[in-house]
């Protein structure tokens, strides 16, 4: 990883990987350092040049004085200023799950640094607002957690799952926190025992890394708070709003009314896959933003 100096004496991580168009990459989390998207730098590194920058607080990044800027404007405005800080042109944000929300808030921020913005699973609009009109995200996200509920794992992870906020609020170890998100995680994908997957999640495994005090920031108000929608009609660039159908978390149900606020955005709703398409659809996913980015 090289470092990169910012503004007061802090520094932000990062690598490189690929050729072609300059673009940034965002991990999600928040919390959880770039390299677990290495696979989605590799997969795309023909036509991409991507910068994986750690979020502040993960990897070697400097964490924020204050908590509210584990935000995704908080993140965007950090990116941005790596993105300065690097002399770099206009680029592609491409992000996933929480830095898929960054992507889009940093190309709603800052139109003048955004050639394209490809959001993967992004997370839009929070439970408070969800309940207020009605439910259709949680009602997906139950849904689609029972669908394995006869897998081995499952007695053990959905307790996780359940108390995941009360859990992370009082973890005093990033340890727990990575913990817990490899306890979970064979609920991001929709076939997630098939033995090509479960060898590919082992791997994804290896790689969480987390940042607790994000982690509690968004689970102690940001998250449950979280619209997007008044900002994404900020969105100048051509953008692409990728999800998996059997995503309980960032699905259908999240996907939609996102593409739905951005003037001229594509969607891209891949069948017989979770949250994290560049293990599940890899050539689905690459054909998707390939073609994305030819338009």
């Given at each position: 990883?090289?470092?990169?100096?910012?503004?007061?004496?802090?520094?932000?991580?990062?690598?490189?990987?690929?050729?072609?168009?300059?673009?940034?990459?965002?991990?999600?989390?928040?919390?959880?350092?770039?390299?677990?998207?290495?696979?989605?730098?590799e997969l795309l590194s023909d036509a991409l040049q991507s910068?994986?920058?750690?979020?502040?607080?993960?990897?070697?990044?400097?964490?924020?004085?204050?908590?509210?800027?584990?935000?995704?404007?908080?993140?965007?405005?950090?990116?941005?200023?790596?993105?300065?800080?690097?002399?770099?042109?206009?680029?592609?944000?491409?992000?996933?799950?929480?830095?898929?929300?960054?992507?889009?808030?940093?190309?709603?921020?800052?139109?003048?640094?955004?050639?394209?913005?490809?959001?993967?699973?992004?997370?839009?609009?929070?439970?408070?607002?969800?309940?207020?009109?009605?439910?259709?995200?949680?009602?997906?996200?139950?849904?689609?957690?029972?669908?394995h509920a006869g897998s081995p794992w499952y007695e053990a992870?959905?307790?996780?799952?359940?108390?995941?906020?009360?859990?992370?609020?009082?973890?005093?170890?990033?340890?727990?926190?990575?913990?817990?998100?490899?306890?979970?995680?064979?609920?991001?994908?929709?076939e997630p025992d098939k033995p090509e997957v479960a060898a590919?999640?082992?791997?994804?495994?290896?790689?969480?890394?987390?940042?607790?005090?994000?982690?509690?920031?968004?689970?102690?108000?940001?998250?449950?708070?979280?619209?997007?929608?008044?900002?994404?009609?900020?969105?100048?660039?051509?953008?692409?709003?990728?999800?998996?159908?059997?995503?309980?978390?960032?699905?259908?149900?999240?996907?939609?009314?996102?593409?739905?606020?951005?003037?001229?955005?594509?969607?891209?709703?891949?069948?017989?896959?979770?949250?994290?398409?560049?293990?599940?659809?890899?050539?689905?996913?690459?054909?998707?933003?390939?073609?994305?980015?030819?338009?």
């Amino acid at each position: 990883m090289a470092e990169v100096a910012l503004r007061g004496a802090r520094v932000a991580s990062y690598q490189v990987i690929g050729s072609g168009r300059p673009a940034l990459m965002f991990a999600g989390g928040p919390g959880f350092a770039a390299s677990y998207m290495t696979g989605d730098a590799e997969l795309l590194s023909d036509a991409l040049q991507s910068y994986l920058i750690d979020p502040h607080g993960s990897g070697s990044s400097t964490p924020p004085a204050d908590p509210a800027n584990y935000s995704p404007e908080g993140h965007a405005r950090f990116y941005e200023e790596v993105r300065q800080a690097l002399g770099l042109p206009r680029m592609v944000v491409l992000g996933h799950s929480f830095g898929g929300t960054t992507a889009l808030s940093y190309a709603a921020l800052f139109p003048e640094s955004t050639q394209a913005c490809v959001a993967v699973a992004a997370f839009g609009i929070g439970p408070d607002a969800d309940a207020q009109e009605g439910g259709e995200a949680e009602a997906e996200a139950d849904a689609l957690l029972a669908r394995h509920a006869g897998s081995p794992w499952y007695e053990a992870a959905r307790p996780v799952m359940d108390q995941w906020t009360q859990r992370i609020l009082a973890a005093d170890d990033p340890a727990v926190m990575e913990q817990m998100m490899i306890t979970v995680l064979p609920f991001y994908l929709a076939e997630p025992d098939k033995p090509e997957v479960a060898a590919r999640l082992a791997e994804m495994s290896r790689m969480v890394k987390a940042d607790l005090a994000a982690g509690k920031a968004w689970e102690g108000g940001l998250y449950q708070s979280v619209d997007l929608r008044p900002l994404l009609g900020r969105i100048e660039c051509p953008t692409l709003v990728a999800a998996g159908e059997l995503d309980f978390a960032c699905g259908p149900a999240q996907a939609r009314p996102i593409a739905g606020h951005i003037r001229g955005a594509r969607l891209a709703l891949m069948a017989g896959c979770g949250h994290i398409p560049s293990v599940e659809a890899p050539q689905e996913y690459r054909q998707a933003v390939l073609g994305f980015l030819s338009g």
